[in-house]
């Protein structure tokens, strides 16, 4: 009986439109040239990000030169800031007005020039010494809100791409696909320009410090940003709603973060976020100073990154066969062994089946909250019909939550590192701070995983019941 409602509801909301020249029912599928342009609009993205992940500590302490304490806050304020303005973004999203280009795309064209312009100079090094501080932290807080701009708004368009559960999970697998080639990409460019100066610093053969990537080592992941418009420009076109009860912003935050289903994956993906996070922050420095791996380690970031692309599509069918919940536990299990043979093993071989190994869990950990996520949002509207239009506030609180944590772990295993007498620019460093590198590698992300997933065994939405809501979800949303 709710069948001409969807119908008059996806000629209103279908976000490929432009490519359709005939009706559209509710079983088609969306077209690959869809799914690749919504995917491909996030890969710039991630270019930045993985950049500033592997390499971004590293790079204040032994470029810019400041402390160690001075680093730990300028990672953990503007991860810290930046995990509060996703809901701040995601507020002012659902009080946008709509446009011809929809509700989320002038957010994502606008914050683009600007994003480039602050990426570009947290690679600076400025010409004074005294303010370096001040500089890093600003710019840094200047470029996690400009990314907060255009991730929410991109994160939640995949509610919108389609009324078929498969169809939503297929996209966010090509999404996360895009992503982590972007990944790729970041991590190769800097990857090799840290690599490069290794070779020109006046070190011992092992316990090498990281050299200098020169001012402009950011340029050339920069200029890739600007290209995920002019795909969003072709792929993205959400269209208004007719009219529909709302309840107010506050009322509804409320409801969101008293929807079990929400709470148990965000809090389960919060601990599992930060120990990826851990390794990956911390793993150039654990190569250079703690493994003798610093001719090999920018070729064992690719390794994991390739290795993550390869196994997207494996984790996307395991999905489909098993199911999301058993895909995230047999995923994301199998980093734990790996981390910890590499801590106490660290030589070339073992480095390169870890990463090939850790590569199949960094590729769960991208795919799977993302495609959990739109079933809980399903879940949450059929529990609430008349909640309408804040599909924002999962999107940008998941993200504030998991980035907040982000932010301390960075910021409290960076302080670690200077209680434990880390020396800014020397070649060598002392066994405490060897030794609290093995332990953010190896036992900090174990213990996080851990609790993620002891958590996850709590979450309640199965295949079968998402497919339900999925359906429900468009008879109630467009209820005149």
């Not at 996703?86 to 946008?96: A, C, E, N, R």
């Not at 990944?183 to 990857?191: D, E, K, M, W």
């Not at 070339?348 to 949002?377: E, F, I, K, R, T």
Request: proline share 5%.
């Amino acid at each position: 009986s709710f069948l001409p409602k969807i119908d008059r509801a996806k000629g209103l909301l279908w976000p490929f439109h432009s490519w359709q020249s005939q009706h559209t029912d509710l079983s088609q599928k969306l077209s690959l040239c869809s799914k690749l342009c919504f995917a491909i609009g996030g890969a710039p993205k991630e270019v930045a990000a993985s950049a500033t992940a592997f390499f971004l500590q590293i790079y204040l302490l032994d470029v810019a030169q400041i402390n160690a304490f001075q680093a730990s806050m300028v990672l953990f304020i503007g991860k810290a800031w930046g995990a509060v303005t996703d809901p701040i973004v995601g507020f002012f999203i659902t009080k946008s007005r709509w446009t011809k280009i929809g509700r989320l795309m002038p957010w994502m064209v606008g914050c683009t020039p600007f994003l480039v312009v602050s990426y570009f100079y947290l690679w600076f090094v400025p010409p004074f010494s005294g303010g370096r501080f001040i500089w890093y932290l600003g710019f840094y807080c200047l470029y996690q809100t400009l990314i907060t701009c255009f991730h929410v708004p991109y994160s939640a368009l995949t509610m919108f791409l389609s009324t078929d559960q498969k169809e939503r999970d297929s996209a966010t697998a090509y999404r996360m696909t895009m992503e982590v080639l972007g990944t790729l990409v970041g991590a190769a460019i800097q990857g090799q320009i840290v690599a490069s100066a290794h070779t020109l610093k006046h070190c011992p053969t092992h316990n090498m410090s990281a050299g200098y990537p020169g001012n402009s080592s950011g340029t050339e992941v920069v200029k890739s940003l600007v290209r995920s418009q002019d795909y969003l420009s072709h792929a993205v076109s959400v269209k208004e709603p007719g009219a529909a009860r709302c309840i107010p912003f506050h009322q509804a935050f409320i409801l969101v973060m008293r929807h079990g289903p929400y709470l148990t994956l965000t809090a389960a993906f919060l601990f599992i976020t930060v120990a990826i996070q851990l390794v990956q922050s911390n793993f150039v420095l654990f190569c250079t100073y703690a493994a003798d791996l610093r001719d090999h380690f920018q070729n064992i970031v690719l390794t994991i990154l390739v290795s993550a692309v390869i196994s997207i599509p494996l984790w996307q069918w395991f999905l489909q066969r098993f199911g999301k919940k058993t895909a995230a536990f047999c995923g994301i299990t199998w980093i734990m062994p790996f981390t910890l043979m590499l801590v106490f093993i660290p030589n070339v071989v073992v480095a390169y089946v870890v990463a090939v190994s850790s590569g199949l869990s960094v590729a769960a950990s991208l795919l799977l909250p993302w495609s959990m996520l739109p079933d809980v949002v399903d879940d949450f509207r059929l529990a609430n019909p008349y909640c309408k239009g804040h599909e924002a506030i999962f999107y940008s609180f998941y993200v504030f939550f998991t980035k907040f944590a982000a932010g301390i772990s960075l910021g409290v295993s960076t302080l670690c590192l200077e209680f434990a007498g880390y020396d800014t620019g020397a070649c060598k460093q002392p066994a405490p701070v060897v030794y609290t590198l093995k332990l953010l590698i190896g036992a900090a992300p174990v213990a996080f995983i851990v609790t993620g997933l002891m958590i996850l065994l709590l979450y309640p939405i199965t295949t079968d019941s998402s497919k339900a809501a999925g359906r429900l979800f468009f008879s109630v949303y467009y209820t005149d």
